[in-house]
């Protein structure tokens, strides 16, 4: 797999505390990468760290291969979780002077940006002040202002947080599209339900250190236990509960349904549940059966949990 | 366009676009001239009312050579009368005051009790001169009595002043050097005010910086010390144009003024010229000759280099540690507690010019606080018109550029830790720490 970011053994200390403590990702090319963590754990440190904002105590990040330079921030799009404008400058003329300040030509960033103004259909904010516009259309234009350049690396961070539902939506089209137009995004969020819906890989910090990383597909296989939910509608649920209690691993279940059935988790020793439905079939009628697959936000508190 | 012009330019547009900004650029010239032009009038206004005054003379002292009626004061003599009379007179006739002199034996008698009434107290100039007339008149009396011929005193009346010059052979006098101090004092204060207004300016806008967020966003695309600069850059261009537009606006109003009331500008200097005319209007024109000719004699290249050289590193030392406390501060009131440090050089260097270079340009108090690179951009600035000697130039600037690029590291160093801190009113023994970050 080709990766466009990695960080290399990054170490990162304040006075005596240590806010990153050797830490290595690699995000893939063209992926959504989520970055996630406890409150605290260093991920500000980490995109900081990427930006050049900070440099690391020892450690390297690498982009596309090569040993990070100053001049690669025009190839990187921040949006930091703490975020905002000057209040007193047109937002038209706002938005060219950051895209130039990242290299881009005041022509092509005036293009770039009655295009995303048409896009979002704000043409008439371009004059507007800043303090003018409400919370939700400034998180708008900072989220133009981020991407004005065409940058390959794209780092949100709680990219949602002050949108409403039906922005929110909007955004994450965009982010999606640009993920397929090549760009590559990084998402530090504690949101899990958009990590499920977005990320491809996920990266876990907890207190300075990295204890999770890969794909997130392979890490739910990893993290999954044999366990299977179901549903078995029988005469009699207490005595089917006490017969099966003796030859499995089981513990009462909780999940919406129409009929008074028997509500089970099965733990099995392995994925491979064929004898199990041989056997739950001769004794009830099977209305439910589904393998328990870990969301993102049991893996989140599972490793944390581990970890500490 | 490289970044540091473009920040530079966002810095400058921002400022001088301000409604503020263009309200004082615009306004304090006019309030200025304004109120020169009325302390000036009303001065006028009050010395054109012409003020009668009594004269109660019981010894008959000046009736010989009687007080002379002038422009602005005419004298009444009140005879036959009561003290108590005379005063109820003047009162009903609302002269401005009530001169009385007693009948006593001894010259010296007289002279102890000689009193001048009024309804308020009196114009002292006024006073003054009125005191020295009788006096005068007094004095004549005195040498009489004593049988001295005035006439042969005022013939032994000798006038001597010293001509001042140094070894070298360049002529000063008190004169000349109160012109110097003047020249030096106006580049000082030049300098603080500048220091001050933009300083406190390249602060808030650091602040503002901090306050809207935007921050992060800017130094994920330039580097914080860029963008430093680039502020107090920016913001020294945004004070150099305000300043160049006050001094062509107060010099236009001036003239322009002067000219719509018709005053006349040499008045200005001498408002009040009422009881005694010394000719001093001939003075005025040697002074102004004299005033000249030492323009002339001071080293105005060398003056003109050292006032840009010392404005530059004063500023821009001065203006990094605004920077620097605007970035560890979230608010304009917290940055009270580290404002101490600032203005306390800044004051020394004012009041050691103030004092200590006027009574002696070159003693030891000067010449130390002209080298401190603090204070030294005023005091030397103070002292350059007197003539400093090259090598105290050299190690005077060679101090201070050290400290300029020492304190700009400093300031860079708090500034990058300081721009992305949130939330905690920070301590001395906290930015100590954040050196090390």
């Known amino acids: ?43 500000t440190t980490l995109i900081r760290i990427i930006n050049q904002i900070t440099m690391p105590d020892s450690g390297a990040v690498y982009l596309d291969g090569n040993q ?13 979780e703490e975020r905002g404008l000057y209040k007193n400058m047109k937002v038209g003329e706002q938005a060219i002077y950051l895209a ?5 030509s005041r022509q092509d960033a005036r293009t770039q940006l009655k295009y995303w103004f048409d896009k979002f259909d704000i043409g008439s904010w371009w004059n507007k002040k800043m303090e003018e516009l409400s919370k939700g259309q400034a998180q708008k234009i900072q989220f133009i202002i981020t991407i004005l350049h065409k940058p390959k690396l794209l780092i949100f961070d709680e990219v949602f947080s002050g949108f409403d539902p039906i922005n929110a939506n909007i955004i994450r089209d965009e982010i999606l599209y640009l993920r397929d137009e090549g760009a590559t995004v990084i998402f530090s969020t504690h949101r899990m339900e958009s990590v499920e819906e977005l990320c491809d890989h996920i990266a876990l910090i907890n207190k300075s250190n990295l204890i999770l990383e890969g794909n997130l597909i392979d890490i739910k296989k990893e993290f999954k236990t044999n366990t299977f939910q179901v549903g078995l509608v029988t005469d009699d649920n207490e005595k089917l509960y006490q017969e099966l209690t003796e030859k499995y691993a089981i513990e009462k279940a909780n999940f919406k349904s129409l009929n008074n059935e028997l509500k089970l988790n099965i733990k099995l020793d392995n994925d491979d549940s064929t004898e199990l439905i041989k056997h739950l079939n001769s004794r009830a009628l099977i209305n439910h059966f589904v393998e328990v697959i870990p969301n993102a936000s049991d893996i989140f508190i599972k490793a944390v949990k581990q970890n500490n | 366009m490289s970044k540091l012009g473009l920040i530079i330019k966002r810095e400058f547009n921002s400022k001088v676009r301000n409604k503020a900004f263009i309200i004082m650029t615009i306004a304090a010239p006019f309030i200025m001239v304004a109120m020169v032009f009325l302390i000036v009038y009303l001065t006028k206004a009050n010395d054109s009312k012409k003020k009668t005054i009594a004269v ?15 422009k602005t004061v005419e004298y009444i003599s009140i005879n036959n009368s009561t003290v108590e009379d005379a005063k109820k007179q003047a009162e009903e006739k609302e002269y401005y005051g009530l001169l009385v002199i007693p009948k006593h034996e001894k010259i010296e008698d ?25 006096e005068g008149t007094l004095r004549q009396l005195k040498f009489k009595e004593l049988g001295i011929d005035s006439e042969k005193i005022k013939l032994a009346k000798i006038n001597s002043t010293f001509n001042l010059a140094t070894y070298t052979g360049e ?9 110097k101090v003047g020249f030096g004092s106006i580049a000082g204060y030049l300098l603080m005010m500048f220091i001050m207004i933009y300083g406190n300016s390249v602060m808030r806008s650091v602040i503002e910086e901090k306050t809207s967020r935007i921050i992060e966003i800017i130094i994920s695309s330039v580097k914080p010390f860029q963008l430093m600069m680039g502020k107090i850059i920016g913001n020294a261009l945004a004070g150099l144009t305000q300043f160049a537009i006050w001094g062509i606006m107060i010099v236009l109003l001036i003239f322009a003024a002067a000219a719509y009331f018709g005053i006349n500008m040499s008045e200005i200097q001498q408002p009040n010229t009422d009881v005694t005319q010394l000719g001093k209007m001939g003075d005025i024109s040697a002074k102004g000759q004299e005033f000249i000719k030492i323009i002339s004699e001071l080293p105005k290249l060398l003056m003109g280099v050292l006032f840009i050289i010392y404005f530059l590193g004063g500023y821009l030392l001065y203006s990094s540690l605004y920077a620097a406390i605007g970035a560890a501060v979230d608010n304009e009131t917290d940055s009270q507690q580290f404002m101490m440090p600032i203005m306390f050089p800044l004051m020394l260097g004012v009041y050691v010019g103030a004092f200590s270079v006027v009574n002696d340009p070159h003693g030891p108090v000067a010449t130390i606080f002209s080298m401190i690179p603090l204070t030294s951009p005023i005091v030397m600035l103070m002292r350059v018109p007197f003539g400093v000697p090259a090598w105290q130039i050299i190690v005077s600037i060679a101090l201070l550029i050290g400290t300029f690029v020492f304190t700009v590291w400093l300031a860079a160093k708090i500034y990058r830790v300081g721009i992305l801190m949130y939330g905690k009113k920070p301590t001395y023994k906290e930015l100590f720490k954040w050196l090390r970050y």
């Not at chain 1, 053994?9 to 406890?38: E, M, Q, R, Y």
């Not at chain 2, 109660?56 to 002038?70: C, N």
């Not at chain 2, 007289?110 to 003054?128: D, R």
């Open chain 2, 56 to 70: 109660l003379d019981q010894y008959e002292l000046l009736k010989a050579s009687p007080l002379k009626d002038s």
């Open chain 1, 100 to 104: 130039r300040l990242k290299g881009m």
């Open chain 2, 110 to 134: 007289i002279a102890k009790n000689i009193h001048f009434y009024t309804k308020k107290s009196p114009n002292v100039m006024l006073v003054e001169s009125l005191e020295e007339k009788v």
């Open chain 1, 1 to 43: 797999m080709k990766y466009l970011l990695k960080t290399d053994n990054v170490v990162k200390k304040f006075g005596d505390f240590t806010a990153l403590n050797g830490v290595s990702i690699n995000v893939p090319i063209n992926s959504i990468f989520g970055l996630l963590g406890p409150n605290g754990a260093g991920k």
């Open chain 2, 171 to 179: 002529k000063s006098s008190k004169f000349a050097n109160s012109v």
């Open chain 1, 68 to 80: 990070l330079q100053p001049s690669d921030i025009q190839h990187i799009g921040y949006m930091p």
